[in-house]
């Protein structure tokens, strides 16, 4: 619809206007014919039916938008309760044991002080004294079997040695060198028994019977002499 706008001068200039309600007046101040009354509320209805419209259209994309945000939540549950499930059921993580150590490192030290000492010098003597020790003895029955079994206990007792002084991170290690030797000599000597078992003539057979070796005393760590 046309129409005339007053400026700030008081002239009046040619413009298009939007319909006007009932009653209003348009460029000629006359009251709107049937005709353009029907327009314009063909018009209006128009308007509100695209309103109406938009209106929906934002509704279902806000519910769209909704039912997403709730079916994302419910996966995101569901993932989080199969993780937690999973999980439970998994084994604990297993963490690298802390190196073992001597639960008695005196008596380590002291037992390991026999093989190095008392049994050693049983093999090998005793320096100063002639013909000590079963290698040096000349009344052997078996030199070569003798040498085996002290080749032995030299590798058992070495292997204590360094177990006694090894560190922590080579402790277990060092522990099963020191069990394979053990066993070692033990298959010798099983399989390998003496047909003696006497030390001396007319002497105590060994090894001892189980019930006489268990009342025999334990033996007992020396005390240092003072130098």
Known sequence: MRGDKKDIFGNFHPIDLPDTPHGA?????APLT??????????FAKVAAVQKQAQAAVAK??????????????????AKAAAAKKTAKAPAPSTTPKPAVATNPAKAKYLTALLVG???QAFDGVTGLRESGLLHAGGGHSPAYTENVFALVKAVAKASVDLIYSGARQYDD????????????????????PADRHLVPDGVAYPLPEAQADRLPAPQPQAAKPR
């Open 118 to 120: 008392p049994v050693y």
């Open 34 to 43: 049937a005709a353009q009354r029907a327009a314009q509320q063909a018009a």
């Open 25 to 29: 007046t348009h460029r000629a101040g």
């Open 174 to 193: 060092r522990k099963k060198y020191l069990a394979a030797q053990v066993a070692a000599l033990r298959d010798f000597l099983g399989k390998n028994a």
């Open 61 to 78: 994309a806000a519910a769209a938008k909704a039912a997403a945000a709730k079916a994302a939540a419910a996966k995101a549950a569901a």
